[in-house]
């Protein structure tokens, strides 16, 4: 009997999960993506999609779902990553042995427009580290130890660059910290951060006044109700500080590791050894730091030469 595509789905999840290491976010947009997919084949084969009906889908199959996602106005990275969800579920199922259907590989990815990241200013990413030790008065429950644990995780992000995956992966154990520590990062790369003297007070501090659930293998980073802290509720802290400082929407927890990286470039450092504290795979996703720079520069000249004005 052919296996339904809902139940392929979970175990694909499962080895993203347990084999890949994929991060909660990964997991959730992917497995959002799929079921959207799965909710349109449904409609558009007019039956039940099992896994000899994924045998059979054609590359217009496919092509067609990204049509109407397209009217339903996702954009051009959003598109990206539901392609990107649909040929891992369907490597997934040829690694497996369960089917091998070439059509997701027979799509073109859409390009997407090329960004600058937008780091803080260093004033404004000491601001954010003040602000964030500072109680909220908005929230009278807000527990005493919720400001320490906030300072450590944004002086973590910060001071040493950290995903925000990566920082909410350390472990009660961990701290105090050493010198360095060594960070399982996109693609299972291990990197050797260094860790400042500021990094090692603002976790001890929170240390000490974590609340004392779990064993050493429990999360680091608790939430307000003692659970795993989550990436969305980092988000939801980052939104808060901007708000009350007044900066701009590009303010979110990514930003302090392009400040880290931005700011190390201010100082001096080469681009060979941030691409390595940082973990990028590819010198070129480093270099983008570089325009940074560049733009900056380019604004001062515009500015300050005669025959610019």
Do not use: C
């Amino acid at each position: 009997m052919a296996r339904s595509a809902e139940s392929l789905k979970q175990e694909w999840l499962s080895a993203l999960a347990h084999e890949r290491r994929a991060s909660p976010h990964t997991l959730q947009a992917y497995g959002d993506d799929l079921s959207r997919f799965l909710e349109f084949l449904r409609e558009h084969i007019g039956g039940a999609v099992n896994e000899r009906a994924l045998a059979e889908l054609s590359a217009s199959d496919i092509r067609a779902f990204i049509t109407q996602r397209r009217r339903e106005n996702l954009g051009p990275r959003g598109v990206q990553r539901a392609l990107a969800a649909i040929r891992s579920f369907f490597r997934y199922l040829a690694k497996a042995e369960i089917l091998d259907n070439p059509a997701p590989r027979a799509i073109r990815t859409p390009r997407t427009p090329k960004t600058l990241p937008r780091p803080l200013s260093e004033r404004d990413a000491k601001r954010v580290i003040e602000e964030a030790g500072q109680k909220d008065e908005t929230n009278e429950r807000e527990p005493a130890w919720i400001a320490a644990r906030n300072v450590a995780l944004l002086t973590l992000l910060y001071g040493a660059g950290l995903r925000i995956s990566e920082a909410l992966s350390l472990k009660r154990k961990d701290v105090p910290l050493g010198d360095s520590i060594v960070i399982l990062g996109k693609g299972r790369k291990e990197r050797n951060v260094p860790i400042l003297p500021a990094i090692r007070q603002a976790l001890d501090a929170y240390a000490t006044q974590r609340p004392g659930t779990g064993d050493d293998d429990a999360p680091l980073f608790l939430s307000r109700r003692g659970n795993p802290m989550s990436a969305r509720e980092a988000q939801s802290l980052m939104q808060n500080l901007r708000s009350r400082l007044g900066l701009s929407e590009s303010a979110t927890p990514h930003a302090l590791r392009h400040s880290f990286a931005s700011h190390l470039l201010d100082g001096g450092a080469d681009l060979r050894s941030v691409q390595e504290l940082l973990g990028h795979a590819s010198l070129s996703t480093t270099q983008t730091y570089t325009k940074i720079e560049t733009r900056k520069l380019m604004e001062t000249y515009r500015k300050a030469h005669p025959r610019a004005r």
